[in-house]
């Protein structure tokens, strides 16, 4: 599935038989040059299924759910233990889900396209009706603009979490780039790589830092006072040529991404940034896990630009 405006001078491209995960995101530069900002699947990874969660969107939970159990309303469910370690859930079944296209439009310089999931509450360990909508906005040469939304069906109030899992690279290794993150609270983490309850204060990349060999596998709780728009930004000195992920928080208790996954993967050929609405866990934990009622609809944004000046 591809978007892009009548002008081509930007690309998205989703996998609707990986869950609609980001697979492509191509921009333009002033000079003119085609710009990937997206780290896909290798062909090998999508014969796996995605292994790496590559570019795909998360529901109902972010992250890890320790021993795929929790307690609702007094009733304990179980999901489906998928982690590597065989200990733990990851990320939800939103990526095992095929959306359906509501709209697809262009216009010379912007293109929209709109694609729904209808989850009727199969999983044994998530019996709660929801549609789910994901609007993307592409405004040429370099903008992208998501919008994800939750809308509750089920006849009483439910957890949800909700996040997205982009890997970004500028076509070099990380560790030659420069990494820009809000500031936050580190969730220290114990050996199942679950919240241990302590935090430490996160400022390491406060402002424009080489990556050289640091390794990275962090879950922040940004630092915020009131509803901000926060952003994380790579820059590549070689290239000169960056991009920004910017993330709306929202209000406590509402729609927002209040939270940030940042991972660097082994073959250090990417870096994933990923904004997310609670903390690892959230479903036993309750860090800012969104409750929402019956009828409701809870609203997520995120963007990515093209960066053409050093921050």
């Known amino acids: 599935m591809i978007l892009s405006p009548l002008d081509k001078r ?30 896909g699947c290798s062909d090998a990874e999508l014969a796996a299924g995605n292994p790496w969660y590559r570019g795909a969107w998360l529901y109902p939970f972010t992250s890890r759910l320790a021993n795929g159990r929790y307690t609702w309303q007094g009733i304990e469910y179980q999901f489906p233990l998928n982690a590597p370690d065989g200990k733990s859930a990851l990320h939800g ?73 982009p890997y970004f690279f500028l076509n070099e290794p990380v560790d030659d780039l420069y990494l820009s993150l809000p500031a936050g609270n580190m969730a220290v983490l114990d050996a199942q790589l679950l919240p241990s309850g302590e935090t430490l204060p996160f ?66 050929q990417s870096i994933a940034v990923e904004p997310v609405s609670c903390g690892v866990n959230a479903f036993n934990t309750g860090e800012n896990l969104l409750t929402l009622a019956p009828g409701a609809t809870q609203r997520f944004t995120c963007g990515v630009s093209l960066i053409t000046r050093r921050p």
Not at 14 to 37: K, M, Q, S, W, Y
Not at 207 to 230: C, F, I, M, N, P
Request: proline fraction near 5%; charged fraction near 20%; include cysteine.
């Open 203 to 268: 400022h390491d990349f406060e402002t424009l830092v080489e990556v050289g060999d640091k390794s990275l596998d962090a879950s922040l709780k940004l630092d915020l006072q009131s509803s901000v728009r926060v952003r994380m930004q790579l820059w590549s000195e070689r290239h000169q040529v960056g991009v920004a992920m910017w993330q709306d928080t929202g209000a406590a208790g509402e729609g927002g991404y209040r939270h940030l996954q940042v991972f660097i993967p082994p073959d250090r």
């Open 93 to 165: 079944f939103l990526s095992q889900l095929t959306p359906i296209v509501l709209v697809e439009e262009a216009s010379q310089d912007t293109a929209t396209i709109t694609v729904k999931y209808e989850y009727e509450g199969g999983v044994t360990g998530y019996p709660f009706p929801a549609e789910l909508i994901l609007e993307y906005h592409l405004q040429s040469p370099a903008d992208l603009i998501v919008t994800f939304a939750v809308h509750n069906r089920h006849d009483a109030a439910v957890p949800v979490g909700v996040g997205w899992h």
């Open 10 to 39: 930007c690309q998205l491209v989703l996998l609707p038989e990986h869950g609609g995960a980001c697979h492509r995101l191509c921009f333009t530069a002033d000079d003119g040059n085609a710009i990937d900002v997206l780290a």
